[in-house]
C-alpha cells in the first residue's frame, strides 16, 4: 500500500514569513494529492489540491507543487498570519483504485505574531 | 451548504461497552469513508461505502468494528466491546462520487475508560 511521509512535525515562522512543509509518497500509480488544514477540536478541512498531470497549482497564499519523478510534493504559504496556526496533512490516493486517502502524519505549524 | 455532520461529538464510555457513532454525508454525496485518527498520529482508513456497492472493509483494525449505511446515506459505525486503545478521534467524509474530493465532518471524540 501507500506510504506518505511528511516533515517537520513542527515548524514555527513569524509572521509575514514563508512556510513550507513537504511530503514524499511511494506507490507510483497514486495520481491526487490533497491537502488539509485541521485546527484544534475541529475535522480536516481542505485547503488545496493537485493532480498528477499538473506540476503546479497556487490560490492565493497558498500554493503546492508536485515531483512525479522524485514522488514528492510541498506546500508552500506565503506571508503567513496567525490564522495559518494549525495542523496540516498532507494526502495521496490512486483514484483508479479504492480511493481511501492515505495521510502523512501531520505539521504543527505556529505562526508568532 | 450544510458540511459532513456527525454525532455525539463526544463519548465517553466503560471498557467491554458498545458504542454507535453517526454520520450525515453532505446532501446528494455518494461516497462516505470512516477515518480514525490517534493522539499524535495521522488520520488512519477504516471503511468505505460507494452507492450501493459492497464496502470496502480493509482498513476495519478488528472484528469489533462494523459499519453500515442505510438508505445510501446516514453510516453508523459501531464498535462492541470497547478496548481503551479505540480512543481516537472517529472521523467521517464524504464526497460527491467515488473518485472525488473528500470533505469531513467535526468528529467523534470517544474516550474509553
Known amino acids: 500500500g501507500e506510504n506518505v511521509e511528511q516533515h517537520p512535525s513542527t515548524l514555527s515562522v513569524q509572521e509575514g514569513d514563508s512556510a513550507v512543509i513537504k511530503c514524499t509518497y511511494s506507490?507510483?500509480?497514486?495520481?491526487?494529492f490533497p491537502w488539509y488544514k485541521q485546527e484544534l477540536g475541529k475535522g480536516p478541512q481542505l485547503i488545496i489540491d493537485i493532480r498528477s498531470n499538473v506540476g503546479e497549482k497556487k490560490d492565493q497564499r497558498i500554493a503546492v507543487t508536485l515531483n512525479k519523478t522524485a514522488k514528492h510534493f510541498s506546500l508552500h504559504i506565503t506571508e503567513t498570519q496567525p490564522e495559518d496556526s494549525a495542523v496540516y496533512f498532507c494526502a495521496a490516493v490512486d483514484q483508479t483504485g479504492a480511493n481511501n486517502l492515505f495521510f502523512g502524519t501531520g505539521t504543527r505549524l505556529t505562526v508568532i505574531p | 451548504g450544510a458540511g459532513v455532520s456527525q454525532s455525539p461529538s463526544n463519548k465517553v464510555t466503560e471498557k467491554g461497552k458498545d458504542v454507535e457513532l453517526r454520520c450525515d454525508p453532505i446532501s446528494g454525496h455518494t461516497a462516505l469513508y470512516w477515518y480514525r485518527q490517534s493522539l499524535g498520529q495521522g488520520l488512519e482508513f477504516l471503511i468505505y461505502f460507494q452507492g450501493n456497492s459492497a464496502p470496502d472493509k480493509s482498513g476495519l483494525p478488528s472484528d469489533r468494528f462494523s459499519a453500515e449505511r442505510t438508505g445510501g446515506s446516514v453510516s453508523t459505525l459501531t464498535i462492541q466491546r470497547t478496548q481503551q486503545e479505540d480512543s481516537a478521534v472517529y472521523l467521517c467524509?464524504?464526497?460527491?462520487?467515488?473518485?472525488?474530493?473528500?470533505?469531513f465532518g467535526p468528529g467523534t471524540r470517544l474516550l474509553v475508560l
Open positions: 506507490d507510483s500509480a497514486s495520481n491526487y
Open positions: 467524509a464524504s464526497s460527491p462520487s467515488f473518485q472525488e474530493t473528500q470533505y
